[in-house]
């Protein structure tokens, strides 16, 4: 298994780990997840210089030649506003993963601990001291896997409600 930057041409592969995933959720949860689009997804999805910059990591977990895992995440400098502010870790550099997705007939061979732990190192190296993500937490495996795999704790709930 390797893990490196996505470069160009990643885009067909970075778009099938994602269809997959949105699949998985959208099959757990109809009225929450929904396909996303095909016309023009591979074209959101196709990596750009700045995707890999000083504040922004774009990964893939490779096995066997093949991408089988994707991995975003941003880096958040302190806010000024922070110090008005009671989270805090809103005077710190965090790490904040948007999206981590590995196809589902590659899960439990390591490649979501591979990419996270990349990504953590990377934030590390660049003065990040704490690593944020949001999950599903009615999902079977991912809660379980942010928390007992990969040591992360629950620090907030995000509630919805839909009007109307």
């Known amino acids: 298994m390797i893990v490196r930057e996505a470069v160009a041409g990643d885009g067909v592969a970075i778009a099938r780990v994602h269809a997959d995933s ?3 959720y959208a099959e757990l949860a109809p009225d929450l997840f929904r396909m996303p689009e095909e016309d023009g997804l591979v074209e959101f999805l196709e990596p750009t210089p ?3 910059s000083e504040t922004s990591l774009l990964i893939v977990g490779e096995e066997a030649g093949e991408v089988v895992g994707v991995l975003f995440a941003e880096l958040l400098a302190p806010d000024d506003t922070g110090r008005y502010q009671s989270p805090a870790e809103l005077r710190e550099v965090r790490l904040f993963i948007q999206a981590l997705s590995v196809l589902r007939s590659h899960w439990r061979r390591g490649i979501g601990i591979a990419l996270v732990e990349a990504a953590e190192e ?14 599903w937490p009615k999902s079977p495996v991912s809660l379980p896997f942010w928390e007992n795999r990969m040591g992360y704790e629950t620090r907030s709930v995000r509630l919805r409600k839909r009007l109307g």
């Open 50 to 52: 700045a995707d890999n």
């Open 122 to 135: 990377w934030g590390r190296g660049r003065g990040a001291t704490v690593v944020l993500c949001d999950t």
């Open 22 to 24: 949105s699949a998985y």
